[in-house]
């Protein structure tokens, strides 16, 4: 079954860095999708982080995590990584990876809507105390 599947989050302090790791399972190559990464805390809706493009030449970010989260790709492990520098306590939540069923550019489609993509991780927790 092809899926995707977030790692790498913990309880860490303010100020401390985290690399959360999305990997695809299955037949999914994920060098041919874009991705996208949301956090989510109890009561709210899931929130934009992060994205790339399949081809990992553009990449976008929240202003919230402009200059402090980078995204990268390694498909040799067919994984994409979310390093997250300078952590803040509101950058606590459950961070969930995301791609598309459409492959190429994101192309007009919104990469920060929720419902651009179709197939989603499970989750990794976040937490920064501050």
């Known amino acids: 079954q092809e899926r995707l599947v977030e790692s790498g989050g913990g309880l860490v302090q303010a100020g401390d860095s985290l690399r959360l790791s999305c990997a695809a399972s299955?037949?999914?190559?994920?060098?041919?999708?874009?991705i996208g990464w949301f956090r989510q805390t109890p009561g709210k809706e899931r929130e934009f982080v992060a994205a790339?493009?399949?081809?990992?030449?553009?990449?976008f970010y929240a202003d919230s995590v402009k200059g402090r989260f980078t995204l990268s790709r390694d498909n040799a492990k067919n994984t994409v990584y979310l390093q997250m520098n300078s952590l803040k306590s509101e950058d606590t939540g459950v961070y969930y990876c995301?791609?598309?069923?459409?492959?190429?550019?994101?192309?007009?489609?919104?990469?920060?809507?929720?419902?651009?993509?179709?197939?989603w991780g499970q989750g990794t927790q976040v937490t920064v105390s501050s």
């Open positions: 995301a791609r598309p069923e459409v492959l190429g550019d994101y192309a007009g489609r919104d990469y920060a809507d929720v419902h651009t993509y179709d197939v």
């Open positions: 299955g037949r999914t190559f994920i060098s041919n999708y874009n």
């Open positions: 790339n493009e399949w081809h990992g030449v553009r990449s």
